[in-house]
């Protein structure tokens, strides 16, 4: 059984940093060749795509709205993908969503496709 579990939201006042992580379980293979990647869902809004990393970790995508601040990485020893959120502001408060495929690309546009998500945890950012 897969399973992606999210962990490092809280709350942080703006202008801080946090860091996620995502722990993947249960992958074919034991992950070889998935790609993984984070979104975010803010209350009445809709899932929208962070960035997302290959399994090698040589090709990332941002989306623009984080680009700069943001950074994924993976660590394929462990499983894991991080997320390093920095200069963070009241609007990055959301629930954020860990995700694995075995393709990398349109991320951003098969929000409703990708094989598997995480539970999410959230982040808070105070003004």
């Known amino acids: 059984q897969v399973q992606l579990v999210e962990s490092g939201g809280g709350l942080v006042q703006a202008g801080g940093s946090l860091r996620l992580s995502c722990a993947a379980s249960?992958?074919?293979?034991?992950?070889?060749?998935?790609?993984m990647g984070w979104f975010r869902q803010a209350p009445g809004k809709e899932r929208e795509f962070l960035a997302a990393?290959?399994?090698?970790?040589?090709?990332?995508y941002y989306a623009d709205s984080v680009k700069g601040r943001f950074t994924i990485s993976r660590d394929n020893t462990g499983n894991m993908v991080y997320l390093q959120m920095n200069r963070l502001k009241p609007e990055d408060s959301a629930v954020y969503y860990c995700a694995a495929d075995p393709r990398l690309a349109d991320w951003a546009s098969r929000t409703n496709g990708l094989d598997y998500w995480g539970k999410g945890t959230l982040v808070t950012v105070s003004s």
């Open positions: 249960g992958l074919t293979n034991s992950g070889y060749g998935y790609a």
């Open positions: 990393i290959s399994w090698g970790g040589g090709t990332r």
